[in-house]
């Protein structure tokens, strides 16, 4: 395997061991692996994930004056809203998958017995939190995030609300959390081990971290916004060297409803979550790392040979996503259309038997 020496480390576990991976294909050829030319991607084999860095650091999404949110492909040529619609009604439908996720840990019992304060990292508008109170006896949240709008409606929902761009997280709340959920963000990091950190600041002994990213063998890479793509092995090294023992790792998918909002790419792989309880104090890991004796995962790694393999492998199923959503989609509504016609029928032979005992019936 011919690795680089690289001036660029990995994202996710500072290794300078880098394969370079070639993503600027020709959008039309590789719509879904396909970044141009001001990006530079790494393939790191030490933790199995993708790092990319912008060369230009004007081409960075903004997200401290909202325009990530306004720039969305998918919410194009739409009037404006307050709020990020449709994506916000997946955003709130994301707490149900995460709810039955903890259940299924059996740590419903103890959050049940006990007001729980939540802290919902980059959680935008903090719909996916308010939601989380329909099953969750929920005393408290904050949404931590950087763009202003979003924390603007979180506010007005009752929720408390830490800028990111101006104040750091754990002098607010430091040691008073015991639930963390954080969905759709690590991606979009460029330390994603600080913000780890600042987390772990913020909870108190024995409690719950819930992450979910986009896995990259099951997604799309060309979003300019992430900054990392994710393995399940990446996500287990970063959550397991930061200060936290694993309790579940596995797959989920964006709410099959976005795909009647226009997003066809729900799938089984799509996201990887991640379950995890506050365990060691991070200065004794931080002096493990110090000392060489890293936590490293258990998986073997691959080649760049097995990478690209699995990348192509994976990038091909998932553009299969796209028609078979829509198949499932169109069967659907075929259905719906049988069933509304069978039932119009019913409800012309009733609105006759509704029309001749009436008329016909004697006062
Ligand atoms: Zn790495």
Redesign the pocket.
């Known amino acids: 395997m011919r690795k680089i020496k690289s001036n660029f480390k990995?994202r996710?576990?500072?290794?300078c061991d880098l394969i370079k991976i070639n993503l600027s294909l020709p959008r039309a050829i590789s719509p879904f692996l396909s970044r141009d030319k001001s990006w530079k991607n790494f393939y790191?084999p030490?933790?199995n994930?993708l790092s990319h860095f912008q060369k230009k650091k004007r081409n960075l999404v903004k997200y401290s004056d909202s325009s990530y949110r306004k720039s969305s492909n998918f919410e194009a040529n739409r009037p404006a809203s307050p709020i990020s619609l449709p994506w916000s009604t997946i955003t709130s439908l994301r707490s149900s998958h995460i709810s039955k996720l903890i259940e299924n840990c059996s740590l419903t019992e103890k959050f049940n017995c006990k007001k729980i304060n939540l802290l919902d990292y980059g959680g935008y508008n903090g719909f996916t939190s308010y939601g989380l109170k329909s099953y969750f006896n929920i005393d408290d949240i904050t949404i931590a995030d950087l763009d202003p709008n979003g924390l603007k409606i979180a506010s007005s929902l009752g929720m408390k609300v830490v800028n990111l761009h101006k104040s750091v997280l754990s002098k607010n709340i430091k040691n008073k959390v015991n639930l963390c959920i954080s969905v759709h963000v690590f991606e979009h990091l460029k330390k994603p081990a600080d913000a780890l950190g600042e987390i772990h600041k913020c909870l108190k002994d024995d409690s719950i971290l819930y992450i979910e990213v986009p896995n990259l063998f099951g997604s799309y890479l060309t979003d300019p916004a992430h900054l990392l793509s994710f393995s399940k092995e990446?996500l287990k090294?970063l959550i397991s060297n930061n200060g936290f023992k694993i309790i579940k790792l596995g797959f989920i998918r964006t709410p099959k409803e976005a795909i009647k909002y226009g997003y066809p790419y729900s799938n089984w792989r799509e996201c990887i979550y991640c379950i995890a309880k506050k365990e060691n104090s991070l200065n004794s890991i931080r002096k493990k790392l110090r000392k060489g004796n890293i936590i490293k995962p258990k998986e073997i790694m691959y080649s760049k040979k097995k990478f690209l393999a699995k990348l192509a492998m994976s990038n091909f199923l998932f553009t299969l996503t796209y028609p078979y959503n829509l198949l499932n989609l169109i069967l659907n509504l075929l259905k719906r259309f049988v069933i509304e016609i069978i039932r119009s029928i019913f409800s012309i032979s009733s609105s006759l038997f509704f029309f001749f005992i009436n008329l016909f019936k004697n006062d």
């Open positions: 990995c996710l576990c500072n290794s790191c030490r933790c994930s990446g090294h």
